[in-house]
């Protein structure tokens, strides 16, 4: 499934979740892996290129020469976690996080994304975290992106990076057909079982007469069925409707209640031309969650992966 695994990494004290996580996912496929370090500056424009020296804290323009001091230390600072993968390669450049992301992805024929929710400098930056956002950064990848992202909140154990048990979040939408080939994809990669879920919508007020629901659940559960038809057999799978008034709630309890490795998910709120925006929901669980999720936003993130 991959051949190019690219991390983004903001931090050059430590070696990350998302380079970790993405060093592991390399070595399962044996896959090149990109770790790429954006230079921040305050400024935009023609003066991006002014940033802070990383020991130092003082301003400077960054050319050729710093960006080499940074990638080395960078190197330095992942070299014993990533002694036992010796495949990767590390670029370091200005500009804006989610742009440099974008081109270099895109430049090294990359795969599959995988960043943390928050920036690691927030508070170096003078940036509050915000409970239930996932950042600037991994907002404008999964809105841009044409390969699945993966973000990651937490340290992730290499027995679950086997992704044995795969939920997939479904709400009917496009993108959320291509969550669901992609889940099936892991699934014959990784003999996964395969766990669909969907949340039917409940007033909290006045009270949902018990049999109108139970009726409504009955339909979606037979709808659920139908719209994952094309599971193949063999692979493990069960279907699951619970009601509920918060989608990102119910998804992340559901998640915790059957011990999820990896949830899949659509970024679908709306579609406006031909740009796909994140939604509340994949927000919401992408910065809460315990186990890593995959966003798949287009239909062509699946053209590599299928072919």
Known sequence: MYKNVLAATDLLSVCDTAVLTAAEIAKQYNAKLYILHVLESSYSGKYRHFVKHFKTGEEIVSGAEYEETVKEELDKTCSEALKPYSNYEIKVTAGFPWEETLRWARRKGVDLIVLG?????????????????????????????????????????????????????????????????????????????????????????????????????????????????????GIEHEYSVWEGTSPYLEILKYAREKDVDLLTMGSHTREKGE?????????????????????????????????
């Open 117 to 233: 929710p928050h920036s690691g400098r927030a508070e170096e930056k003078g940036v509050a975290r915000v409970s239930g956002t996932i950042g600037s950064t991994v907002e404008g990848v999964v809105m841009h992106e044409r390969c699945p992202v993966m973000i990651v909140n937490r340290p992730i154990p290499e027995e679950r990076l086997t992704f044995k048990k795969v939920m997939a979040c479904i709400d009917f939408s496009k993108s959320c057909e291509c969550a669901l080939r992609f889940a099936i994809k892991l699934a014959q990669k990784h003999s996964s079982k395969l766990l669909m879920f969907h949340m039917v919508a409940v007033p909290s007020s006045p009270r949902y007469p018990q049999a109108e629901l139970e009726a409504e659940i009955n339909a979606v559960t037979k709808k659920l069925e139908r719209f994952c038809e094309t599971i193949p057999k």
């Open 275 to 307: 740009k796909w925006y994140v939604g509340s929901a994949v927000e919401q669980v992408s910065s809460r969650s315990i186990c890593p999720v995959a966003v798949v936003t287009d239909p062509k993130v699946l053209l590599k992966i299928e072919g």
